[in-house]
């Protein structure tokens, strides 16, 4: 099943965040505090002292293929979106250039910053519904009705 909603306008927020705030937490409030209803990351560039991710063989059924990470990381990319149920996923590179990703379940702690840019559908809203076929809650696409807009 797909979901699609029409064109948007776009608002832009940037937001930076310092050493040892979790920054998956910390970007949710965010969105929270100024009750963005389709958001999304447009652009990020920071470090992280720790990071918990879920690779790529993780299945509804067998969600335990997950990897912590413990050292200096640069955040090379993270993309995806920031509704109540988040779904990012992140790119890591270590002091050697070695680069690790996967789905962003937390424990992201900032090491020196993270320079995040939020972008904002404001015409749509992001809510997650169970995929039958998925075994995961998938995103869905709404227009952002009158009342919505005004809230």
Do not use: W, Y
Not at 10 to 16: E, F, K, N, T, Y
Not at 84 to 104: C, F
Not at 113 to 136: I, K, N, P, S, W
């Amino acid at each position: 099943m797909s979901s699609a909603g029409g064109g948007s306008a776009l608002q832009v927020h940037a937001v930076r965040f310092g050493p040892g705030q979790e920054l998956l937490g910390s970007l949710q409030v965010f969105v929270e505090e100024r009750r963005l209803r389709a958001p999304f990351i447009i652009t990020c560039v920071g470090s992280l002292t720790k990071a918990t991710l879920r690779l790529a063989n993780a299945t509804a059924t067998n969600t335990n293929e997950v990897l912590h990470l413990s050292g200096r990381f640069e955040i090379v990319s993270l993309v995806g979106t920031l509704n109540p149920n988040a779904h990012l996923h992140i790119s890591l590179s270590d002091g050697e250039g070695r680069t690790v990703g996967g789905h962003a379940l937390g424990d992201l702690e900032v090491f020196t910053t993270a320079e995040v840019v939020v972008g904002e559908a404001v015409d749509l809203q992001f809510t997650r519904e169970m995929d039958v076929h998925t075994g995961f809650p998938e995103l869905v696409v709404r227009p952002r009705s009158q009342t919505d807009q005004s809230a």
